[in-house]
């Protein structure tokens, strides 16, 4: 009987054991377990601008996206904007919805949730940004603010993820949001002046490029002034350019810098300039540092003043323009190259003289002239062809040659006189010495549009005439006459005087 007890008390207790060590096994095996992942997302960001609102999206469409041209008005992507997701809870993110002007900027939201965030790369030249394997969650996510942008459509914005997809047997493993924005207007044009257009060769000519900083100017990757300068200017040199904007500071090397190609004989590629050879390019390149100092400027313009002379080489009645391009990247995949629709210019003009015989019409050499403006001042011609005003004693004296030629040239449009100072040999001064003349387009050549390079045949000539002294002969017939008979007089009176003497 005890052996029965015995053997029913060790066969209850193995059994407990057994059932004891079961259930640890099975604890043991469930705390090793590792638990399967959930699922995760990759939310793909396309920045867009489009005038377009909110529109609300298929599942097919957040779950394989949209061509932006079509499914947006205008819309085109936007490269180089960045984000900041931060992981909320479900009744921040209610909250947030509920008053997203409160938390649009990352600093907003950091405020709230107690962190930083995740910032993102920029936007590639897609317009898109990956926000990789967001796990079960809620999310709200900003906009990181560029200075080009208007406005923005859809950001911030919230998502709780994951998406069930269409057979709602699973989860979208990549889900495409579209954030919108207004993009700020591109650049105005830049405008062009010149202090004098009507000017002397050697005469000093400043050039003033003016523009409107356009909305965003911290955010351009590129904001660069080019002058091509005609190869009938001289450059006066990089010293005497000058860029300013009221209230920034600029500083030459650091916030923008000047260079000169005088690579001369280059041909022109903008405007008016185009197929012609330049003296050189003037270019202005405004640096990262002073791109944000224009942005805080106030009244928002630029300016650059640079300063040119007309050369010998211009051509007499012919406008010389002088353009400028703008070369700009706003960072949103906006470049171009802009440009005055009328560039300014500066000519200069001249007057050619034939001094003939007034009665025969032949050539005369050796008239010699002095040339005074409207206010009294003489021509002097200088080194180079250039032109001042000066005294009398310092005037140039112009003088015909063997075929009767002189000319003056480079002089601002304007009235003149022409002073005959010295007749030709043989010659009479005019009883007015003075002829006044006229320098303007077509003062010089009949055409100036077509003459490519200084053409004596087709200048358009003034005439100056002289008529030649008649002085009486003397010792002729006439005179023998005379001298007879006042011999025959004299002798006659002699003959008579004696004759009454010895009466």
Do not use: C
């Not at 069930?164 to 591109?186: A, R």
């Not at 900083?213 to 904001?223: A, L, Q, R, T």
Request: proline content about 5%; aromatic content about 10%.
């Amino acid at each position: 009987m005890n052996n029965k007890r015995l053997l029913r008390w060790m066969t209850t207790l193995l059994i407990a054991v057994m059932t004891v060590l079961g259930l640890v096994g099975q604890t043991v095996a469930h705390a090793t377990e590792t638990a399967p992942a959930g699922p995760l997302t990759d939310v793909i960001i396309t920045k867009v601008d489009t005038p377009d609102q909110v529109k609300d999206m298929t599942l097919e469409q957040l779950r394989d996206g949209v061509d932006v041209g079509f499914y947006f008005t205008n819309g085109k992507v936007l490269p180089g904007v960045s984000f900041t997701y931060f992981s909320v809870t479900a009744q921040q993110l209610m909250d947030m919805k509920a008053n997203p002007g409160a938390f649009d900027t990352a600093a907003e939201v950091a405020a709230e949730v107690g962190n930083n965030g995740t910032a993102t790369a920029e936007t590639d030249s897609n317009g898109q940004v990956t926000l990789p394997n967001l796990p079960e969650g809620n999310y709200w996510i900003v906009e990181n603010t560029k200075g080009t942008i208007v406005s923005s459509r859809a950001v911030p914005f919230g998502l709780t993820l994951p998406f069930t997809n269409t057979d709602g047997n699973g989860y979208l493993e990549n889900i495409y949001v579209y954030p919108k924005n207004t993009l700020e207007d591109l650049p105005d044009l830049p405008e062009k002046t010149v202090y004098e257009s009507n000017v002397a060769i050697g005469q000093l000519n400043t050039w003033t490029i003016s523009m409107n900083i356009p909305e965003g100017i911290e955010d351009y990757d590129k904001f660069t002034f080019i002058d091509e300068i005609d190869s009938r200017l001289d450059f006066e040199g990089t010293q005497f350019v000058f860029v300013t904007a009221t209230g920034a500071g600029l500083v030459e090397g650091e916030d923008y810098i000047i260079s000169f190609n005088d690579a001369a004989g280059q041909v022109g590629n903008y405007g008016p300039l185009d197929g012609k050879t330049l003296t050189g390019t003037l270019t202005v390149e405004f640096t990262e540092a002073g791109r944000k100092k224009l942005a805080n400027v106030d009244p928002k313009k630029v300016e650059i003043k640079f300063n040119t002379k007309v050369n010998k080489t211009a051509i007499m009645g012919q406008d010389i323009f002088n353009n400028v391009v703008i070369d700009f990247d706003n960072g949103n995949g906006d470049t171009g190259e802009y440009e005055p629709t009328t560039p300014p210019y500066v000519n200069t003009g001249g007057k050619a003289f034939l001094k003939k015989d007034g009665s025969t019409d032949a050539a005369l050499n050796g008239a010699e002239f002095k040339i005074t403006n409207a206010q009294g001042q003489y021509v002097i011609l200088g080194d180079e062809g250039a032109i001042t005003f000066g005294t009398e004693a310092d005037a140039t004296v112009f003088t015909s040659d063997a075929d009767g030629k002189f000319e003056v040239r480079g002089l601002p449009y304007a009235t003149y006189t022409l002073v005959e100072t010295k007749a030709p040999a043989g010659y009479a001064l005019p009883t007015n010495p003075e002829t006044t003349f006229e320098i303007d387009a077509g003062s010089y050549y009949t055409n100036a549009t077509e003459v490519t390079m200084w053409d004596t045949e087709s200048n358009n000539p003034q005439m100056i005439v002289n008529k030649k002294v008649t002085i009486p002969q003397t010792g002729g017939i006439g005179t023998m006459a005379f001298t007879l008979i006042g011999a025959a007089l004299i002798l006659f009176s002699i003959v008579f005087y004696k004759r009454s003497s010895k009466a």
